[in-house]
Nanobody, 123 residues
Framework: QVQLVESGGGSVQAGGSLRLSCAAS?????MGWFRQAPGKEREGIAA???????RYNDAVKGRFTIAKDTAKNTLSLQMNSLTPEDTAMYFC????????????????????WGQGTQVVVSS
């Protein structure tokens, strides 16, 4: 069992930055950040595997950075140049099953989810 606790959400003006954190208990193979805006499907934002390999959604590439502190077992998401389109509930997810890195952005491979943290970007 893996427990995930997110923190760091909040409100910011367009162009600003936020940093999300996710404290994990237990070992994981893949960890990722997903978001869901009202009326939209949950989408993968960024993911990282146990070797440090990362993948990003094209919508956030160059603006968001995912990182994992292995010693603290903490996942982070640095979000810069935020726009109102980034407004959503953000979720941390983890998987213990080794799969293909091609599936890292697919929510179906993640068995463990945090409670979510809200991000609101105003124009």
């Amino acid at each position: 069992q893996v427990q995930l606790v997110e923190s760091g959400g909040g409100s910011v003006q367009a162009g600003g930055s936020l940093r999300l954190s996710c404290a994990a208990s237990g070992n994981t193979v893949y960890m990722g950040w997903f978001r869901q805006a009202p009326g939209k499907e949950r989408e993968g934002i960024a993911a990282i595997d146990h070797n440090g390999y990362t993948r990003y959604n094209d919508a956030v590439k160059g603006r968001f950075t995912i990182a994992k502190d292995t010693a603290k077992n903490t996942l982070s998401l640095q979000m810069n140049s935020l726009t109102p389109e980034d407004t959503a509930m953000y979720f941390c997810a983890a998987s213990r099953i080794i799969s293909s890195t091609a599936t890292m952005m697919n929510s179906s491979i993640y068995a463990y989810w945090g409670q979510g943290t809200q991000v609101v970007v105003s124009s």
